[in-house]
C-alpha cells in the first residue's frame, strides 16, 4: 500500500512541525494539516516566516521548502479527511476539568470529536493514526467509533507517539532516536503498518523504526515522559539535599551521569519542569493505574508531580525569606517566562507558578522573555483566577528589554535557562538595581561566583548560596 496523501488533524505543536518534515522528506505525498482554529491556521500560511504560530529552530526552512509545493494548511477539515489514505490525528489531549477523572484522566473529547468526524465523512478505506498522546486502550475505542458508522469503510487504527521536544522539534524530528509504531496484529494491521514505516523510511534509517503492537505503543509513550520527568524530580529532590549539606548538585549529576547505567542527560536541576505534557501525563498513568485498583503504582508515579510542585513553591518561599520574610511591594525581576529555552510555549512553566506565588505576597513583578508575549504572559496568569485581571496588570510589567526589566529591582529570578542571560553584562545591572541586589538562579546557568565578586548576593539551585 504506497499513501499519497496524508491529512493531520491538529496543528499545533505537534501536527505542524511533525508534518512539515513528512512534506519536506516525501515530496510525492501530500500532505494536508487541518485545525478548526483559524487564527493558527493563517499563521501557518503567513508570507513571513517569522510569523508561524510555532517557534521552533529552523522550522522556518522547512516550511519554506515544503509550503505550496506539498504542504498545505487548511480549516476544510472535512475535505481533507476525505482526500487523504492516512489521518494522523494530533490534538490536544489536557487533563480533564469536569467530572469523573477530574485534575488527573487524559480529556477525550477532541480525539473523540475527530473519530466521529472522520466516521461521518469516510467514503474509502483509511489508515487513522494516533499521535496524540492517549491512555493505553484508546486505540479501541476510536475503532468502536469508527466500525459502527454502518458505510462500509475499513480502518486501520495505529498508535505512533511523538517524542519530539519543544526547541528541537525539528533536529528530533529528522534524527529520532525511535519512531514507534504500533498496530493490529492481523495481516491488515500489519499492512498498515508497513505503510506507516514506508514514510518515515525515506528519512529515517530501519533499525530506528520499532513495530510493536498497538497498547505497547500507546503505554511506551506515557512511560517514557513518566521516566524523564522522575529523573528531573530526583535531581531536583537532591538540589535541596545539595543546600543543606554543601554539596553541589551539578557536581553531583556529573559523578552520577558518568556511570554509563545512569546516562549524563537529564540531570539538570532546574526550578521545577514544566511543558505541556510531563504533568498531564503522569497524572493520566496515575489515573490508569488507580481505575485497575493499583494504588501503590499510582501513589510512586504521582510523587513525581508532588516533587515538582514542592520545588517551584520552595523557590518562591526561597525568594521571600531571603529578601528579609517580605517582598511586598519590593521590584523582582523575572528572566525568563517559557518552560525551557528556545520555545514560546509557557504550558505549565514553573514561572507561572513562582508568579503567582509572589504577586500574592503583593510583590512587583518585572518579567523579559525573549519570545514570550505580554498576552500570553497575563493570560497565563488570569486563568489562574488567583486575583482579578486588572490587579494582575498592576502588579506585573512585561518588558521587551532586560535593561529596563532590571531598574530599580530588589532582586532578579533566572526561570528559563535562554542562554542570552548568560552574556549581560552584569556589572550594569548591578549598579542599576537597589542593594543588597539579590539574584535567585533557578536554572544554574549563571557564573556566581563572577556575579558574587560583582556584589550580587547569590542562590542558586542546588549550591549554597554565596555572598
Ligand atoms: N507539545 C509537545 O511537545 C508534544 C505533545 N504531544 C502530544 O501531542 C498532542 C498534541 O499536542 P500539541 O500539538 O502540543 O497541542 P496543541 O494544543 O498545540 O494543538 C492541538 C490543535 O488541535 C486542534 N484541534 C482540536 N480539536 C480539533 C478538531 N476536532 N478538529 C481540528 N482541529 C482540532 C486545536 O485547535 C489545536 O490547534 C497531545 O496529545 C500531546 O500530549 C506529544 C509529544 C510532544
Ligand atoms: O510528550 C511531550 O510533550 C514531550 O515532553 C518532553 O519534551 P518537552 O516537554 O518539550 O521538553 P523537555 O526538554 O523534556 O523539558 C521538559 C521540562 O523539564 C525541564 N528539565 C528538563 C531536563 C532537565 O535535566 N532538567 C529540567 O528541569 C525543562 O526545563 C522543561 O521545563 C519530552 O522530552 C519529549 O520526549 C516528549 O515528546
Not at 504560530?53 to 509550503?67: I, M, S, T
Not at 514507534?180 to 523510511?201: F, N, P, W
Not at 505534557?277 to 510512586?300: H, M, P, R, S, W
Amino acid at each position: 500500500m504506497t499513501i499519497k496523501n496524508i491529512c493531520c488533524i491538529g496543528a499545533g505543536y505537534v501536527g505542524g512541525p511533525t508534518m512539515s518534515v513528512i512534506a519536506q522528506k516525501c515530496p510525492n505525498i501530500k500532505v494536508t494539516v487541518v485545525d478548526i482554529n483559524e487564527d493558527r491556521i493563517a499563521a501557518w500560511n503567513h508570507k513571513d516566516l517569522s510569523r508561524l504560530p510555532v517557534y521552533e529552530p529552523g522550522l522556518d526552512k522547512v516550511v519554506e521548502e515544503a509550503r505550496g509545493r506539498n504542504l498545505f494548511f487548511s480549516t476544510e477539515v472535512d475535505k481533507a479527511i476525505n482526500d487523504a489514505d492516512m489521518i494522523f490525528i494530533s490534538v490536544n489531549t489536557p487533563t480533564k476539568t469536569y467530572g469523573k477523572g477530574k485534575g488527573m484522566a487524559a480529556d477525550l473529547k477532541y480525539i473523540e470529536l475527530c473519530a466521529r468526524q472522520i466516521a461521518r465523512v469516510a467514503k474509502q478505506d483509511k489508515i487513522v493514526v494516533e499521535k496524540s498522546t492517549l491512555p493505553v486502550r484508546t486505540a479501541s475505542a476510536i475503532k468502536s467509533i469508527l466500525e459502527n458508522t454502518g458505510n462500509g469503510v475499513q480502518f486501520q487504527i495505529l498508535s505512533n507517539p511523538e517524542f519530539l521536544a519543544e526547541g528541537t522539534a525539528v533536529q528530533d524530528l529528522l534524527h529520532p532516536d525511535r519512531v514507534l509504531i504500533g498496530g493490529d496484529t492481523t495481516q491488515e494491521g500489519q499492512k498498515a503498518i508497513q505503510a506507516l514505516v514506508d514514510i518515515y523510511a525515506n528519512w529515517i534509517p530501519n533499525e530506528r523504526i520499532l513495530t510493536t503492537n498497538v497498547w505497547s505503543s500507546e503505554l511506551s509513550k506515557l512511560t517514557a515522559n513518566a521516566f524523564l520527568a522522575q529523573r528531573v524530580s530526583s535531581i531536583n529532590a537532591m538540589s535541596v539535599i545539595c543546600e543543606n549539606t554543601g554539596a553541589d548538585i551539578n557536581e553531583v549529576s556529573k559523578a552520577i551521569g558518568m556511570d554509563s547505567r545512569i546516562g549524563p542527560k537529564f540531570l539538570k536541576a532546574s526550578v521545577g519542569f514544566g511543558g505541556s505534557c510531563f504533568q498531564k501525563d503522569i497524572l493520566n498513568l496515575v489515573y490508569i493505574a488507580k481505575t485497575y485498583g493499583l494504588d501503590e503504582v499510582a501513589d510512586y508515579w504521582e510523587q513525581v508531580v508532588l516533587m515538582n510542585d514542592y520545588q517551584k513553591n520552595r523557590f518562591s518561599d526561597n525568594i521571600v525569606s531571603t529578601l528579609y520574610n517580605t517582598v511586598s511591594g519590593k521590584k523582582i525581576t523575572f528572566f525568563g517566562w517559557a518552560f525551557k529555552k528556545d520555545t514560546n510555549d509557557t504550558r505549565e512553566s514553573a514561572a507561572i507558578k513562582v508568579a503567582d506565588n509572589l504577586l500574592s505576597e503583593k510583590a512587583n513583578l518585572s518579567v523579559y522573555d525573549p519570545k514570550v508575549t505580554e498576552e500570553r504572559i497575563y493570560a497565563d496568569l488570569d486563568y489562574l483566577n488567583s486575583r482579578s485581571e486588572e490587579e494582575n496588570r498592576k502588579l506585573l510589567k512585561v518588558q521587551n528589554n532586560p535593561y529596563n526589566a532590571i531598574k530599580n529591582s530588589h532582586a532578579i529570578a533566572i526561570l528559563t535557562e535562554w542562554d542570552e542571560f548568560k552574556t549581560y553584562d552584569w556589572q550594569k545591572i548591578y549598579d542599576n538595581m537597589h542593594k543588597p541586589a539579590f539574584i535567585f538562579d533557578g536554572r544554574g546557568i549563571l557564573d556566581t561566583k563572577a556575579l558574587s565578586k560583582i556584589g550580587f548576593i547569590c542562590y542558586k539551585i542546588g549550591s549554597a548560596t554565596t555572598v
